[in-house]
């Protein structure tokens, strides 16, 4: 299974980014996917994610800002990301569930100026 993210860049205080994350490879059926971001010198960790029936779950950081979407057709997950702030700024992966394994995307640069 390969991951390609797009979407990064560099954005002012406020503004908005959408992430997308297509999935490759031998796919039988994802069941999770998910975006995580990891800053400099702290732990990576869970921004949002959404079963293939599109329950999804939030950190609390994201709530009301971040909005986790996914077309199953194209094996896609999307992260609209509005009203950024510069403690957003970090590398995001998306993470995919096939069965029992776990698969990540190579990240992509979230850069917040205030």
């Known amino acids: 299974v390969q991951l390609q993210a797009s979407g990064g860049g560099l954005v002012q205080a406020g503004g908005s980014l959408r992430l997308s994350c297509a999935a490759s490879?031998?796919?039988?059926?994802?069941?999770?996917m998910g975006w995580y971001r990891q800053a400099p010198g702290k732990q990576r960790e869970l921004v949002a994610a959404?079963?293939?029936?599109?329950?999804?779950n939030y950190a609390d950081s994201a709530k009301g800002r971040f909005t986790i979407s996914r077309d199953n057709a194209k094996n896609t997950v999307y992260l609209q990301m509005s009203s950024l702030k510069p403690e957003d700024t970090a590398v995001y992966y998306c993470?995919?569930?096939?069965?029992?394994?776990?698969?990540w995307g190579q990240g992509t640069q979230v850069t917040v100026s205030s």
């Open positions: 490879g031998s796919i039988f059926s994802i069941s999770v």
């Open positions: 959404i079963t293939r029936g599109g329950m999804s």
């Open positions: 993470k995919v569930v096939v069965k029992i394994n776990d698969y």
